[in-house]
């Protein structure tokens, strides 16, 4: 899709990338567990946010629909991975059990949120969406009572960690001489995931569907003059976007092992988008590249411009969540003036019929 | 309900507030035809198409097509049906290619979800290859083959005004609606377009031309419909119609007495 090098002239180069970026991917927790576990952390942190900025670049990238309750999918996802695998209700059902589930129930709620929203556009879509993702905060933070089913703002603890038979994601182990921490094999785990998400979405996007999705985005009316039923299109893109919201939710509960409603605030959903915006809007490599840069340029900040405050003054002036929203700001502006479609937009797709064109 | 007619048009009629942008219109298309439909600016032409391909909803009247009503139907269910247009303003996905634009033009034909995307089996695989294979031929049909990779936006106007037929034709159409197809264009790209539009003819589509480009009209047209003010002020054959006093008089204002010796 995007062209480095002539991979027409040099197939074989693909393959050289393929196992060189591998290698790298496979070796990189030990690399990082070296400089401190924390670290791999951030990155397990870092793929669950490429599998929500993924989901929400089909709604927001490919289909042109403006959404800022994207958040309230992760929601969905989290607290049904909680509420069916924890002491809560006494449920302990295995985690790929529930990771379908968890993807199905945040589908329903795409459509159901997608459903009202069909005639509305731009601005207006992106209020009603905004509301929604509060509506389910504020749902999550009250259904304590007179039933209780998410326990409130104290929100669900203990939730059990992955299994898969006497294999724990969460304890240590040595496996072949190497030390497999927990966040270890949580990340070994979300890079199989992400492959087959990044798999799917590249998939969706090259198909009937997502050229359907790409003609409502740029222009709507003419895309129903071609039969498209837009109607069906845009309620699938909020159901497939959702889902993915779902799985990511999900494992991010497993991850943590305690989900409150105040993980779920407007702010996650506007950097979810800010993810997307940064990147590229509707280019997969670009998504995962503003993903990953703003989960861990906040975290490189954190981490450096505390002790170096510290070198330079002997104290601490600027809080370093402070530092971050300001950089973050500069960057946004930043990026909308020079580079208004992203770090990394997509380039037109080249298609050459391999049998020649008809002449 | 004869064979020979596909769309038979009972007093159409469609007011925006107290404009009546058409009334009580009838008309009926041949198959095989070119069917031309002229009239000032104004006179209701576009509102007639949008009516036609379901964007409005009509206030009166019924369209018969192919031996089935087409009331309350949506553009993308015309779509279905076999009524394909193109717009007055060029409406192409701009930031697609040129391919991509006549792909999503196979849409409505073809079948593939969300799970043969997904997993790329045989018949989806198939499918797509019959969609690129379909969507280059209709490219070379209306001549921008060689800009097939180009953003939709970045081709010459006329390119645009052809790719949007090409996308228009992707969709297999009985009837094909244009709406001013020849504006803007000089006069060699409108004989490759008066070229283009008796090709179609030929095999087998049915064409209704919204033209501004008389000299088109008149040389391309079996029978041409007047509209003025919304209403149909006349219909024959491309002679016929130009030497009516009442299209004259719509064209060229009419009663116009100027009394020169008074002054």
């Known amino acids: ?359 | 309900m004869t064979a020979l007619s596909l769309l038979t048009a009972t007093s159409i009629s469609k007011r925006f507030g107290g404009v009546h942008a058409l009334s009580e219109v009838d008309f009926t298309i041949n198959h095989g035809e070119i069917y031309g439909l002229i009239g000032p600016n104004g006179a209701g032409k576009t509102s007639l198409f949008n009516v036609l391909t379901g964007i409005y909803d009509a206030d009166g009247g019924t369209f018969n097509f192919d031996g089935e009503p087409l009331d309350r139907l949506k553009p993308n269910q015309v779509a279905e049906r076999g009524i394909a247009r193109t717009f007055q303003n060029i409406r192409l996905f701009q930031n697609l290619s040129a391919l991509e634009n006549v792909m999503i033009g196979r849409h409505v034909r073809t079948h593939a979800g969300v799970f043969g995307a997904i997993l790329r089996d045989k018949a989806t695989l198939a499918e797509e290859a019959a969609i690129e294979k379909r969507a280059y031929e209709l490219l070379d049909y209306v001549g921008v083959a060689k800009r097939a990779n180009a953003q939709a936006r970045h081709l010459a106007y006329g390119d645009q005004r052809r790719l949007e037929i090409a996308r228009a034709l992707a969709t297999e159409p009985k009837l094909l609606a244009l709406d001013e197809p020849a504006a803007g264009m000089n006069a060699t790209e409108t004989q490759t377009l008066k070229a283009l539009l008796e090709n179609i003819r030929r095999d087998g589509t049915t064409i209704l031309l919204i033209e501004h480009d008389m000299k088109l009209v008149m040389n391309v047209c079996d029978r041409v419909l007047v509209l003025d003010y919304g209403k149909k002020i006349a219909e024959g054959s491309a002679s016929e119609v130009q030497n009516d006093p009442k299209v004259i008089a719509a064209y060229l204002g009419g009663e116009v007495s100027l009394n020169l010796k008074g002054a």
């Open chain 1, 1 to 359: 899709m995007h062209a480095f090098f002539d991979t027409r002239k040099h197939p074989e180069l693909v393959w050289v990338g393929i196992v060189v970026v591998a290698m790298t991917l496979t070796a990189l927790p030990f690399a990082l567990a070296g400089v401190g576990t924390a670290w791999v952390r951030i990155t397990n942190s870092a793929i669950l946010y490429v599998f929500l900025a993924l989901g929400l670049n089909i709604v927001v990238g490919f289909a042109g629909l403006l959404d800022l309750g994207y958040i309230a999918f992760y929601a969905v996802g989290a607290y049904t991975y909680a509420l069916l695998a924890s002491p809560h209700f006494n449920i302990h059902l295995p985690f790929w059990v529930v990771l379908p589930i968890g993807a199905g129930i945040a589908c329903l709620f795409g459509a159901l949120l997608g459903a009202p929203t069909l005639k509305l556009r731009g601005d207006y879509l992106a209020i009603v969406t905004l509301g929604f993702g509060e509506i389910i905060r504020i749902f999550l933070n009250n259904l304590s009572q007179p039933v209780n089913i998410t326990n409130g703002p104290q929100g669900i603890t203990l939730i059990d960690p992955f299994r898969i038979g006497g294999f724990n994601f969460k304890t240590s182990q040595t496996i072949v001489g190497l030390d497999f921490t927990g966040p270890i094999k949580y990340y070994y785990f979300l890079l199989i995931v992400l492959i087959a998400v990044i798999v799917i979405n590249l998939r969706l996007q090259n198909s009937r569907l997502g050229r359907a999705w790409e003609a409502v985005r740029e222009d709507e009316i003419a895309a129903r003059a071609m039969g498209i039923n837009t109607r069906n299109v845009k309620l699938l893109a909020f159901a497939m976007g959702a889902s993915f919201g779902g799985v990511a939710g999900a494992i991010f509960s497993a991850t943590q092992q305690f989900v409150s409603p105040e993980s779920f605030g407007l702010f996650e959903s506007i950097i979810v988008l800010a993810m997307v915006v940064l990147g590229g809007m509707g280019h997969i490599p670009g998504v995962i590249l503003g993903a990953v840069l703003l989960t861990l340029l906040p975290e490189l900040l954190r981490y450096t411009m505390e002790p170096l405050q510290h070198a330079l003054f002997g104290r601490v002036f600027i809080d370093a969540e402070i530092i971050r929203l300001l950089v973050f700001g500069i960057a946004l502006v930043a990026i909308m003036l020079y580079r208004p479609a992203g770090l990394w937009p997509s380039a037109v797709r080249k298609r050459e019929l391999e049998t020649g064109t008809t002449k």
